[in-house]
């Protein structure tokens, strides 16, 4: 099938030409953004592929279908960014990457926990600049800890497995309880006893109607005073004005962030040059206690070699046999 593949960066290109070589694909590559100004370039081509700050409302979902388009697979696991409705009444087949690597994501969340505990990064630059003293530097065990996992599928039993090994106590938060966790030793509860005795809340829950701004004024209000929050999972879990409030009063002990709500038009781009349009985020990056990384939790060899092949191979289901078990559905938004 020939796929016309938006957003694309360097290395989604070299992972994506060495994995088409399983596939009986044509391949092109864009390094415009799919918009509905853009989809006219689709025109001809059975598929597109685009990634996850990529709005497909239903305009550019139904330029897309006028233009042929049957697929559109996206190299990312979420698809709240996918009108699902307008993509059934269009017959498009939306196909996604549900697993990459877990093991990617759950490392770098715990990256982040020990920057943030044992500030690392301040002490990096510190140390570079010939300055060795250790104050303001103080951090805490890990072991004896309580952590909060919300949403314990794939990355979330990593992340419990990791956790376990330095000592914590584990408290779990999810529709549908992990048999695994649980014989781990993870206590499943509701989720205001979860926010009460946490001392870490890691989220690895998707972002759906349900998970929405789950972090607010009154959750965190539930928290414990110097809570660290993690969130590698969907940036609009967290509602980031409450968690900004939240930092300067000091309930917020620490903020490691790999997803932000407003990411679309700044996450993978440089702005290094230019002055950040976001207020929000800019406000953010002055909290000495707070550690933000740009969308990168899934950015491991393995992680790219899997979401390019998955990707490919989700195409050449739908071509070959109109079905994919990686579809997504609305259902799958419930």
Known sequence: MKVLVFSTKPYDRQFLEIAASQFDHELTF??????????????????????VNEQLDASVLGSLARFGVRVVALRCAGFNNVDLEAARELRLKVVRVPAYSPNAVAEHTVGLILTLNRKIYRAYTRV??????????????????????VGTGQIGMVFTKIMLGFGCRLLGLDKFPNSQCRDLGMEYVERSKLFAESDIISLHCPLTPETHHMVNVNSIAQMKDGVMIINTSGGAVIDTQAVIQGLKSGKIGHLGLDVYEEEADVFF???????IPDDTLSRLITFPNVVITGHQAFFTREALQCIAETTLRNIADIEHTGKCVNEATTERLQ
């Open 269 to 275: 781009e440089d702005l290094s040059n230019v002055v």
């Open 30 to 51: 864009l390094e415009a953004r799919l918009t509905e100004q853009s989809s006219l370039l689709a025109k001809g081509f059975g598929a597109v592929c685009v990634f």
């Open 128 to 149: 570079r600049d010939g300055n060795f003293n250790l104050g303001g530097l103080l951090g805490f065990d890990l072991c004896g800890r309580t952590v909060g996992v």
